[in-house]
């Protein structure tokens, strides 16, 4: 009798013990911390105030809308999100990030958010074409970090393509219309509405057709999360799914784009 009390009493310690680790290492999503690279409109900005604006802002307060969570958005370069998350300086990457097959080795993404075009951007008397052998000797900018840098350092630069990588594509455009730089490779949506339809953009056009690889830039643009944090991604891939099927998405998307951004 004796030794069954002590043995219920060390099972009742035990469970005990196991609920409040579970407790304790349980994760509250009430505040999702979200890191983004404010240097590429329309997707993401600084407005006047020093907040941050774009479509993938919007899609991201309208899914900690979903969650019932409050949104910290956290600035920093491109290249600097992946490093920053893992260092759980935020707790997602919500800017424009191909979910590609390199990446996911690192982190894990959300169902697809919307998919991108690359496309090459030069003067429109160069007469540029995006073909290796065309590129022969010529500067390539491209943002640090992106699938574009990729790209055109697997692709272009063996040909004799010169890549010039910057910080972010403001200093791109800036050398592009000093001529330091030949062309711009981004994404075509950004390199639209972001430089050809401002005033710097002026003699300036997209230099032939898509760009894609698929190993490369892979299905689409999604959201980061560490892969120690699935709770988080199975959260978000649940309100991609709300914001898609109860109109909220076409709702956000109409406020940027003329056209389907989400794709088949």
Known sequence: ?????????????????????????????????????????????????????????????????????????????????????????????????????????????????????????????????PEAAKLAGKKIAVEQGTVQETYAREKWAPAGAQVVSYQNYDQAYADLGTGRVDGVLMDAVQGQQGFLDTPSGAGFAFAGGTVYDPIIMGDGDAAGVRKSDPELRDALNGAIAEILRDGTYKKVEAKYFSFDMYGK
């Not at 219920?8 to 013990?17: G, N, P, Q």
């Not at 958010?113 to 003067?123: D, F, H, K, M, V």
């Open 1 to 129: 009798m004796n030794c069954s009390v002590k043995l219920l009493a060390s099972c009742v310690v035990m469970a005990t013990s196991l609920a409040m680790s579970c407790a304790a290492s349980a994760k509250d999503w009430s505040t999702i911390r979200i890191g983004i690279d404010p240097t590429y409109p329309p997707f993401e900005s600084l407005a006047k105030d020093g907040s941050v604006v774009g479509f993938d802002v919007d899609l991201g307060n309208a899914l900690c809308a979903k969650l019932k969570a409050k949104c910290v958005w956290v600035q920093t370069s491109f290249d600097g999100l992946i490093p920053g998350l893992q260092a759980r300086k935020f707790d997602v990457i919500l800017s424009s990030m191909a979910a590609t097959a390199k990446r996911r080795e690192q982190i894990d993404f959300t169902h697809r958010l919307y998919r991108n075009q690359t496309r090459l951007i030069g003067s429109q008397k160069a007469g540029l074409q």
